[in-house]
């Protein structure tokens, strides 16, 4: 059962910047594409980004594009998410999850073995 690990949240000032990073263990993370989701309270979990095994990208959120940028390192088995010029709407609680090969949903019912989470609070 792959296993993974959401850190890199915090309290960031407006305009900041955070990097997200997501490990994997258990099992290979090239095996899989993995998303980045985020809830914020009293919402639904809404999708970020989402980056295939093979690299490629599908931004859920065409408002996000330019300010988040995912990106994976297989050999170290590890996603990450950098997010700039945050605005204190990006705050939430950041999950990653994977998905086989391609990112073909962005559906959170579709994802498996979801992260803890890592919260993220933008605020002056």
């Known amino acids: 059962q792959l296993q993974l690990v959401e850190s890199g949240g915090g309290l960031v000032q407006p305009g900041g910047s955070l990097k997200l990073t997501c490990a994997a263990s258990?099992?290979?993370?090239?095996?899989?594409?993995i998303g980045w989701f985020r809830q914020a309270p009293g919402k639904e979990r809404e999708g970020v980004s989402c980056?295939?095994?093979?690299?490629?990208?599908?931004n859920y959120e065409d408002s996000l594009k330019g300010r988040f940028t995912i990106s994976r390192d297989n050999a170290k088995n590890t996603v990450y998410l950098l997010m700039n010029n945050l605005e204190p709407e990006d705050t939430a609680v950041y999950y990653c999850?994977?998905?086989?090969?391609?990112?073909?949903?962005?559906?959170?019912?579709?994802?498996?073995?979801w992260g803890q989470g890592t919260q993220v609070t933008v605020s002056s």
């Open positions: 980056i295939s095994n093979g690299g490629v990208i599908t």
């Open positions: 258990k099992l290979p993370l090239d095996w899989y594409a």
């Open positions: 999850a994977a998905i086989l090969t391609s990112c073909s949903s962005s559906r959170p019912r579709d994802f498996h073995s």
